[in-house]
């Protein structure tokens, strides 16, 4: 419970800067997913500063955000101020009893799941179900699990937990790009869609 608590705090205070994640461009694959479809409702789960919620509501979706980091909720609050955007960023966290009453025509999430422990995942799910509308995509990015021992990442079997309620659409394997340019960690975008 206390490393919990200890990264949990140390998470946090990486906003006190600007952490490395937070690169202020959002990707081509959410680019191109807003490019191919009508705008709805989406939520940005691990939402960060902002960044998505500013890009899709330049595609004229209506968005919320949810972060863990109480910094980094009250910066994505401002981005949105300034920029005039109708918005809602919560502070909350995803694998919990997080209290979001509506249902989203896009799901996104950039490096939230892939951190996520064993129990928590499970608590993701349901989640998942709940927020995610029929006919809704869910769109994720994260690292690939690359030790057995160690959970961070995902693995062939959390696609296939989410394919037990999601059918998968596409799934790309790289990887993670890295602000000097160079190559990171193997890494995956998946793109999944919940049938009527």
């Not at 101020?81 to 502070?91: C, L, T």
């Not at 966290?93 to 799941?113: I, R």
């Not at 993701?124 to 961070?152: E, F, K, M, V």
Request: charged fraction near 20%.
């Amino acid at each position: 419970m206390f490393d919990k608590i200890s990264r949990l705090i140390r998470f946090n205070l990486r906003y006190l800067g600007q952490p490395p994640w937070d690169t202020g461009v959002s990707p081509p694959e959410l680019i191109d997913f807003l490019e191919s479809g009508m705008p709805g409702r989406a939520l940005d789960v691990g939402c960060g500063t902002g960044t998505n919620l500013l890009t899709m509501a330049s595609y004229d979706w209506q968005v919320v955000g949810v972060d863990i980091a109480l910094l980094s909720v009250l910066k994505a609050r401002w981005k949105l101020h300034q920029a005039g955007v109708q918005g809602r960023v919560q502070f909350g966290n995803v694998a919990g009893l997080l209290q979001l009453t509506e249902s989203f025509d896009l799901v996104l999430d950039m490096g939230c799941y892939h951190s996520l422990g064993p129990r928590e995942r499970v608590v993701y799910h349901d989640n998942l179900i709940r927020w995610l509308a029929p006919g809704g995509t869910y769109l994720q990015y994260a690292h690939l699990q690359t030790n057995s021992s160690d959970p961070h990442g995902v693995s062939d079997d959390d696609f296939l937990q989410f394919s037990r309620y999601l059918d998968l659409q596409w799934r790309k394997d790289n990887a993670e790009h890295r602000p000097d340019g160079g190559g990171g960690r193997p890494a995956t975008w998946a793109r999944f869609e919940r049938p009527f």
